[in-house]
């Protein structure tokens, strides 16, 4: 399908997902008037504060306050026009996606947003070969028709492309020309074309974030908030107790605390999101010839009792994980998923030749795993099979965890994934990485993975499915449970809101109704 009905086909499917979250601001009255300070908080630095180089997820708080998205992906996971006012494939083949620019904004740095300053900034997050480079599709080129016209051209099909110009994905939040002519500043300060500007002189690195409004916004109704503020806080303890009293207005919970939140008057917003999984990176066996083995992959996917942690760790903001996604995005099949069989998985050991078990080292975040709870848990799970797994813990920093991960020293690690198959295949896939670091190819899933990239709707629905029930056989992820979004909202704020389709809860939209409202 080509043209405007291909993206609008995309749109329709998206907004066609039912919100889950249960935080939806329904302790508070609609806003009356603009907040002075919304105040929030994340675990650790940024990643980076330049959009190229920065994370997704939770973490595009950062960049996502200061730079504004060609696409906006709603809470309801439908796309919405922002920097943007249209876009659609214009050939048969989805390789050419063009995209109309809003008129009438402009950067930062004073500058106007058209189309050479898009492709520039796209050209410039290609070059960096950051982090959220695998989201956005085989690129060829970027072109400028005219100022308000840009044409990105790709090598081969790519179906995502309205989804890769979203608020997370990171090359939709365009950059100024004054900073890509001085890049080393992105590392500093901001320019971009968002609802607020970031105040470099009273951030403090590392501690606090600070943006203030920025009077050139293209659409000041949507502006809620004088100030947005973000603090750094790590213990999930402190985190509770700065929402019970009002320090900050929105926290990264934890299931542990979510009773204990309520208690104290806050609301509680979750929403699936998280699916956590032990990675075996190591799958040709390079340094652990036991993980080249699949009979061994699909002994310790057998060996995990899931229900038993979920029921141990999360309650009811946990469900077991059996298969590549969380259940309500594309791809999840009831037909398929993992079991909880101890003799099986001793039997595939035993004709493996590892009937006495073996060893693994497995590094784990302590900063997104909490306490190493799901690590511990998964490790205390396979010791009943003879596996003895010596768990690394990085503590320091979401980036250091990253950077130990691509070190190949490591034959499995724990981490989440997120969203439809197609994104999560595309994380995996990326040669090199922290999903990949000792570089596995499957071709199935590939040509598999390749043709989804020609489809939408139904057609990409049956073929995510295919790859879901392909990747299981694989065993290179095992899938163990998803983590509920758990986030804490204070009184002073409403209308915040997700779904499984975009879980990601952050408080800016290009309209009135996307942002998060003061309650008075």
Same mark, same amino acid.
């Given at each position: 399908?080509?043209?405007?009905?291909?993206?609008?086909?995309?749109?329709?499917?998206?907004?066609?997902?039912?919100?889950?979250?249960?935080?939806? *601001?329904?302790?508070?009255?609609?806003?009356?008037?603009?907040?002075?300070?919304?105040?929030?908080?994340?675990?650790?630095?940024?990643?980076?504060?330049?959009?190229?180089?920065?994370?997704?997820?939770?973490?595009?708080?950062?960049?996502? %306050?200061?730079?504004?998205?060609?696409?906006?992906?709603?809470?309801?996971?439908?796309?919405?026009?922002?920097?943007?006012?249209?876009?659609?494939?214009?050939?048969?083949?989805?390789?050419?996606?063009?995209?109309?620019?809003?008129?009438?904004?402009?950067?930062?740095?004073?500058?106007?947003?058209?189309?050479?300053?898009?492709?520039?900034?796209?050209?410039?997050?290609?070059?960096?070969? *950051?982090?959220?480079?695998?989201?956005?599709?085989?690129? &060829?080129?970027?072109?400028?028709?005219?100022?308000?016209?840009?044409?990105?051209?790709?090598?081969?099909?790519?179906?995502?492309?309205?989804?890769?110009?979203?608020?997370?994905?990171?090359?939709?939040?365009?950059? /100024?020309?004054?900073?890509?002519?001085?890049?080393?500043?992105? %590392?500093?300060?901001?320019?971009?074309? /968002?609802?607020?500007?970031?105040?470099?002189?009273?951030?403090?690195?590392?501690?606090?974030?600070?943006?203030?409004?920025?009077?050139?916004?293209?659409?000041?109704?949507?502006?809620?908030?004088?100030?947005?503020?973000?603090?750094?806080?790590?213990?999930?303890?402190?985190?509770?107790?700065?929402?019970?009293?009002?320090?900050?207005?929105?926290?990264?919970?934890?299931?542990?605390?979510?009773?204990?939140?309520? &208690?104290?008057?806050?609301?509680?917003?979750?929403?699936?999101?998280?699916?956590?999984?032990?990675? %075996?990176?190591?799958?040709?066996?390079?340094?652990?010839?036991?993980?080249?083995?699949?009979?061994?992959?699909?002994?310790?996917?057998?060996?995990?009792?899931?229900?038993?942690?979920?029921?141990?760790?999360?309650?009811?903001?946990?469900?077991?994980?059996?298969?590549?996604?969380?259940?309500?995005?594309?791809?999840?099949?009831?037909?398929?998923?993992?079991?909880?069989?101890?003799?099986?998985?001793?039997?595939?050991?035993?004709?493996?030749?590892?009937?006495?078990?073996?060893?693994?080292?497995?590094?784990?975040?302590? %900063?997104?795993?909490?306490?190493?709870?799901?690590?511990?848990?998964?490790?205390?799970?396979?010791?009943?099979?003879?596996?003895?797994?010596?768990?690394?813990?990085?503590?320091?920093?979401?980036?250091?965890?990253?950077?130990?991960?691509?070190?190949?020293?490591?034959?499995?690690?724990?981490?989440?994934?997120?969203?439809?198959?197609?994104?999560?295949?595309?994380?995996?896939?990326?040669?090199?990485?922290?999903?990949?670091?000792?570089?596995?190819? &499957?071709?199935?899933?590939?040509?598999?993975?390749?043709?989804?990239?020609?489809?939408?709707?139904? &057609?990409?629905?049956?073929?995510?499915?295919?790859?879901?029930?392909?990747?299981?056989?694989?065993?290179?992820?095992? $899938?163990?449970?998803?983590?509920?979004?758990?986030?804490?909202?204070?009184?002073?704020?409403?209308?915040?809101?997700?779904?499984?389709?975009?879980?990601?809860?952050?408080?800016?939209?290009?309209?009135?109704?996307?942002?998060?409202? $003061?309650?008075?």
């Amino acid at each position: 399908m080509a043209g405007i009905a291909a993206a609008t086909a995309l749109v329709t499917a998206l907004a066609g997902c039912t919100p889950a979250a249960s935080g939806d *601001g329904s302790n508070a009255s609609a806003a009356t008037e603009r907040g002075d300070e919304l105040t929030l908080q994340f675990r650790g630095s940024p990643m980076s504060l330049d959009p190229a180089l920065q994370g997704t997820a939770s973490g595009s708080i950062f960049t996502v %306050l200061a730079y504004a998205p060609l696409i906006y992906q709603a809470p309801d996971g439908s796309l919405q026009p922002s920097l943007a006012t249209s876009w659609e494939f214009t050939s048969d083949e989805m390789t050419a996606f063009e995209i109309s620019l809003r008129e009438g904004v402009q950067f930062t740095d004073g500058k106007a947003l058209d189309a050479e300053a898009v492709k520039a900034s796209m050209e410039y997050f290609l070059e960096k070969s *950051g982090p959220n480079l695998s989201s956005v599709g085989p690129i &060829d080129s970027v072109e400028a028709v005219d100022d308000t016209t840009v044409v990105i051209h790709y090598s081969k099909p790519f179906s995502s492309a309205p989804m890769s110009l979203t608020q997370t994905a990171m090359m939709g939040n365009i950059i /100024g020309p004054d900073a890509l002519a001085d890049p080393e500043s992105l %590392l500093t300060t901001m320019d971009g074309a /968002g609802q607020y500007t970031y105040n470099a002189e009273e951030s403090v690195p590392g501690s606090e974030y600070v943006y203030e409004r920025n009077p050139d916004f293209w659409n000041p109704d949507a502006q809620m908030w004088e100030r947005v503020t973000v603090q750094i806080m790590a213990d999930p303890n402190a985190v509770l107790s700065a929402a019970s009293t009002g320090q900050i207005d929105f926290g990264l919970g934890s299931a542990l605390f979510a009773d204990a939140a309520a &208690d104290a008057g806050l609301d509680v917003a979750a929403v699936p999101f998280y699916n956590w999984e032990l990675r %075996l990176a190591d799958t040709e066996g390079e340094i652990n010839p036991a993980l080249g083995d699949p009979r061994v992959r699909e002994a310790i996917g057998l060996a995990i009792d899931r229900s038993a942690i979920v029921d141990a760790l999360g309650g009811g903001y946990m469900a077991v994980s059996d298969q590549m996604v969380v259940e309500g995005n594309e791809g999840y099949s009831s037909d398929i998923g993992w079991d909880y069989d101890l003799d099986r998985a001793r039997e595939l050991l035993a004709d493996a030749g590892y009937e006495d078990g073996f060893s693994m080292t497995v590094l784990d975040s302590g %900063l997104q795993d909490a306490d190493s709870q799901i690590a511990q848990a998964i490790a205390s799970n396979l010791k009943k099979v003879n596996i003895d797994v010596t768990l690394e813990v990085d503590t320091v920093s979401i980036p250091s965890f990253i950077e130990k991960a691509e070190t190949k020293k490591y034959e499995a690690t724990i981490w989440a994934s997120n969203g439809d198959v197609g994104n999560t295949y595309r994380g995996f896939r990326s040669t090199g990485t922290m999903t990949n670091p000792f570089g596995f190819v &499957d071709d199935e899933m590939e040509s598999m993975y390749a043709e989804s990239l020609a489809a939408i709707g139904d &057609d990409r629905e049956a073929i995510y499915q295919k790859m879901s029930e392909r990747w299981q056989e694989l065993a290179y992820s095992i $899938p163990v449970l998803t983590q509920h979004y758990v986030n804490y909202v204070g009184q002073d704020v409403t209308n915040v809101k997700a779904s499984p389709a975009n879980p990601v809860m952050l408080p800016v939209g290009p309209q009135p109704e996307y942002n998060w409202q $003061p309650t008075r």
